[in-house]
């Protein structure tokens, strides 16, 4: 159990939205669009100070306070917390820097959190904290308190005047994890000399000796995941935002038309981009545990659980190419196949809620779980070998290549860095240069099946779409015959 501390500070600010399919766009090609949003983040857990800047009570302090103002992000800062926790989230409101005469007040509503009304964050049924005027003196603010008594994922956003603040950009994920001692309720031990989990006292040898509490969904051993992601849905109508930055009375918000649909706050192709909000690899775990990387980078044969939130105005028909997830868990509540699917001995693939297509309304979280399954052993002959009288598709794209270049594809690989990113295309890799088994890396594309929000203002390739690359089964980049190494792995079942 932690006392986990976040500060927020309530602004505006300005993201820059690509309007071509460009990886690596010409910043002049892109549209300004004004927001509102928070800043901040994790101050304290327990008395370990992360960031002392944010301690608003320090006088000292004020002017970086105060500095912070004009500078919003989407989303906001990701707070996350386990089972048992003290979450603390203190709201600070800066006011506008583009507005200065906007007077508005901000909230924090903890979307699915099971808090008492006071700190709802609903003001109409609570309170608002007014903005930061007399700056040489401390900034008012007020303490929100949630104590998570399940994990899952959950979001937070400002509810003063929800219509506005939402769509313009006061909004961000929040994660509760379980703990060790919510799983040890559940029957689901790890020993710590041994490094092995346990389910019952029966070994789990399918859970690496690395993994912690923070690599389940929920409190149960099926919701096991090796690298999780936040996929935050959200759409901007970018007339509505002109019309706030312009003060222009005459936008009514029934005539929302959204032009622009955003994962974790970007439309592609910047999701496949690492993250501003990201921080650098060996900070503190507590600041590193989750993160908006929205372009999935897993090996074959991973687990991975997408984090789906929706805080657009529009339901996200959310398509994932490659393999079917399994619904783990809706709203922050786990699914109830997972409790009933081993009381019946049914196996996970025949009791439980799978598909390709999750449709998520406004307000909706769902915890999707993906195998990287392997696919070698039914495509890697026809792939490189060709089978059934037909020729290798190997064979087939240098045919394409040499009738148009262009109709082989560069693809940008994880990590993308501009300008010049890494990319290959499948003649590359059918000729081995991406090491020896000319099958990997693999690509699949998951996108909003609304297939017009997989644009940009209309120019399509953009929008609610990023990648999943998949690399060669962990350990066994230099296995010739894939399925064969797979069988390896079989034979660790632990019974
Ligand atoms: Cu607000």
Same mark, same amino acid.
């Given at each position: 159990m932690a006392i986990r501390h976040y500060v927020l500070l309530a602004t505006d600010g300005f993201v820059d939205l690509p309007t071509t399919p460009d990886v690596c766009p010409n910043p002049s090609t892109r549209q300004r669009t004004y927001i509102f949003g928070f800043v901040g983040g994790l101050f304290k857990v327990d008395d370990k100070v992360i960031n002392s800047t944010l301690d608003w009570t320090d006088s000292a302090n004020l002017p970086a306070l105060l500095a912070m103002k004009g500078t919003a992000t989407l989303p906001a800062p990701i707070i996350w917390a386990e089972i048992g926790d003290h979450l603390y989230i203190t709201l600070i409101n800066l006011g506008?820097?583009? #507005?200065?005469? #906007?007077?508005d007040f901000h909230t924090v509503h903890l979307h699915g959190a099971h808090v008492a009304t006071q700190v709802d964050g609903f003001p109409e049924t609570s309170f608002g904290v007014p903005m930061w005027m007399d700056t040489t003196s401390t900034p008012p603010n007020a303490t929100y308190f949630f104590q998570p008594e399940h994990p899952g994922t959950l979001m937070y956003h400002c509810h003063v005047e929800a219509s506005e603040h939402v769509q313009m950009g006061m909004y961000g994920a929040l994660v509760i994890y379980p703990s060790i001692e919510s799983l040890a309720m559940a029957g689901i031990t790890k020993?710590?000399?041994?490094?092995q989990w346990f389910l019952d006292g029966k070994w789990q040898s399918q859970i690496p000796g690395t993994a912690t509490n923070r690599n389940f969904a929920y409190n149960d051993i099926q919701t096991f995941f090796d690298k999780e992601y936040v996929m935050l849905l959200s759409d901007i109508d970018s007339t509505w935002h002109e019309a706030v930055r312009t003060q222009d009375p005459t936008f009514n918000a029934v005539n929302y038309r959204p032009n622009f649909w955003l994962v974790n706050g970007r439309a592609f192709p910047d999701t #496949? #981009?690492? !993250?501003?909000q990201t921080p650098s690899p060996g900070s503190d775990p507590d600041l590193t545990q989750i993160n908006y990387e929205s372009y999935v980078h897993i090996k074959t044969g991973n687990k991975f659980l997408l984090r789906m939130i929706n805080l657009a105005y529009q339901v996200a028909p959310w398509h994932i190419h490659g393999w079917h997830f399994m619904v783990i868990g809706k709203d922050s509540n786990p699914s109830p196949f997972l409790a009933i699917a081993p009381k019946l001995g049914l196996m996970p693939h025949e009791a439980q809620e799978h598909g390709f297509t999750a449709t998520i309304g406004s307000g909706e979280t769902y915890d999707l779980l993906l195998t990287a399954d392997d696919k070698r052993s039914l495509y890697k002959n026809y792939i490189i070998n060709g089978q059934d009288g037909l020729p290798s598709l190997c064979a087939q794209l240098k045919a394409l290549q040499s009738v148009d270049p262009g109709a082989i594809f560069d693809i940008p690989t994880e990590p993308v860095s501009c300008p010049g990113p890494n990319t290959v295309n499948y003649i590359n890799i059918c000729d081995g240069t991406q090491g020896v088994d000319q099958f990997f890396p693999q690509f699949y594309p998951m996108h909003? !099946?609304?297939?017009?929000?997989?644009?940009?203002d209309g120019t399509y390739p953009g929008g609610q779409l990023t990648y999943i690359q998949t690399d060669a089964p962990e350990g066994k980049d230099d296995c010739m015959e894939g399925y064969e190494c797979e069988d390896v792995d079989d034979d660790l079942n632990g019974d």
């Open positions: 506008m820097a583009e #507005l200065p005469d #906007l007077l020993n710590e000399i041994t490094k #496949l #981009l690492p !993250h501003p909003n !099946h609304d297939d017009y929000k997989v644009t940009n």
